[in-house]
Nanobody, 117 residues
Framework: QVQLVESGGDLVQAGGSLSLSCAAS????????MGWYRQPPGKRREFIAR???????RLVNPVEGRFTISRDNAKNTVYLQMVSLKPEDTGVYYC???????????WGQGTQVTVSS
């Protein structure tokens, strides 16, 4: 069973920065894609960014230029660096990990990011 633990969520003022991390453990198989989603208050969970084991990156338009996703394959850890934060970035941020060998996606418990105006 793969476990994902996010950290780094906090309360920050608009224009501020935060760095999130997500460490995966317990996998006997390689992790192919790791990603970040967020769930704004009262809304559905939405995709933010993902990175493959080979370094391929995709970011959604609202965060492009402000968020950076990176990954340390040796540590099975994915990072999300966020700058120029806006109140609409507020939400619970979740990471996930997709294992192709198991065709399974695992999720973390989430970390709260609150951006005050």
């Amino acid at each position: 069973q793969v476990q994902l633990v996010e950290s780094g969520g906090d309360l920050v003022q608009a224009g501020g920065s935060l760095s999130l991390s997500c460490a995966a453990s317990g996998s006997s198989f390689s992790i192919d894609t790791m990603g970040w989603y967020r769930q704004p208050p009262g809304k559905r969970r939405e995709f933010i960014a993902r990175i493959t084991s080979g370094g391929g990156i995709r970011l959604v338009n609202p965060v492009e230029g402000r968020f950076t996703i990176s990954r340390d394959n040796a540590k099975n850890t994915v990072y999300l660096q966020m700058v120029s934060l806006k109140p609409e970035d507020t939400g619970v941020y979740y990471c996930n990990a997709y294992l192709m060998d198991l065709n399974t996606t695992y999720w973390g418990q989430g970390t709260q990011v609150t951006v005050s105006s």
